[in-house]
């Protein structure tokens, strides 16, 4: 096997959408991937096949079109287990996305945190793993520590150490940093957090589009993830949860599905993941998200992974020459993730000079505002990579940097 770009772009509609007119229409170049992905064609179409043919609310009636769509959000369920090495199906929760996956484990295993206590996270934290944390210390009473990451956006395993005590209840980390593209030592990190009896959450939002976790190779306790940044739809999303953690954990939100018994004075809950998941669950969703993984779990990943390799080096290199310009994050083996500030220029103002080009990148703070801050800046301009780029893209982005950071200097 090997990877044809060319052919997997062509599975992706907004891949082939143009900007301007006349004799000034071009092709609109997609950088914004970490924010979110463009969606294939045959998710697009799963998404709608199952509106046709499979709908009906799941785990209810013993009808065809229930046992259709409870098949399939079930099928799903299988695929996320499969792709993230999870031992069991009742390990993988079906969220709205990350955020959520995270609180949910931020309100659930918040009991066992005390006054007193500490939860580690590390300074290049997305907020959705900074603030559902913040919110819990400053309920509990426990301080939140932060492991530094040093200049070229690398986390020192020593340094987070460090932190890290007989008080530490949680450590959250991300597996990668969406504003530096920093691939973090997971299984080193979980190595010290198990050493002092802490719990791990790992924020996988960045990483599932790039390569394959396997939890229990890493020894995670909790994994959470995004559907729409995997070339799934918005609104889906994972948490994995070792089973021993999650069969001892309470729920979350209280509801229909999950629970076992119910009287006025008492409930009592159903197992996971059944717990976790009260309410109407996205089933359409999660049955899209299973496409999406199928189909890259079908790709030659080893070959996207060198093709995506090729890509974070070509971009580096053609931007290295325009004058004034920093990189944000260095870190060796880092992922498609470009983070730049250019001397004298506001970023959205390169955002919008490109965007008149056709080149979607973003701005701002990139939901990592400590990060910036630690950098001594207050928004940079981003552009992000998926395996659907090119070197092509690339070459373009760069002509078009230069001749905006001209235009604005
Ligand atoms: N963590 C990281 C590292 C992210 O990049 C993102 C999305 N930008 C999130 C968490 C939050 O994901 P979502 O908004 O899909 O819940």
Known sequence: MSFDVDAVRAEFPALALTVGEGSRVRPLIYLDSAATSQKPQRVLDAYID??????????RGAHLLATRATDAYE???????????????????????TTESINLVANTLGGQVRAGDNIVITALEHHSNLVPWQMLCKR????????PVEDDGTLSVARFAELVDGRTRICAFSHVSNALGTVLPVAELVA??????????VDGAQAMSHFAPNVQALGVDFYAFSGHKVFAPTGIGV????????????PWHGGGEMV????????TWAPPPMRFEAGTPNFAGAFALGVALAWLEALDRPAVEAHERALVEAITERVAPIPGLRIIGTAPGKV?????????????????????????????THCTQPLLARFGLKATA???????????????????LERASRMLR
């Open 50 to 59: 199952f509106y046709r043919h499979s709908n009906a609310n799941v785990h």
């Open 75 to 97: 099928g799903a369920r299988e695929i996320v287990r499969r792709m993230v090495g999870a031992r069991y199906t009742s390990e993988i929760v079906f969220t709205r996305g």
């Open 140 to 147: 509990m009473g426990a301080s939140l520590r932060v492991a």
């Open 192 to 201: 010290v957090a198990r050493e002092h009896g802490a719990l791990t959450v």
């Open 239 to 250: 948490l994995y949860g070792r089973r021993e953690l999650l069969d001892a954990m309470p």
């Open 260 to 267: 076992d018994t119910v009287t006025f004075e008492e409930t």
């Open 336 to 364: 498609g993730v470009l983070t730049f500030d250019i001397a004298g220029i506001h970023a959205h103002d390169i955002g919008t000079l490109l965007d008149q080009q056709g080149i979607a990148i973003r701005t701002g």
């Open 382 to 400: 981003r552009a992000s990579l998926a395996l659907y780029n090119t070197l092509d893209d690339i070459e373009r982005f760069g002509d078009a």
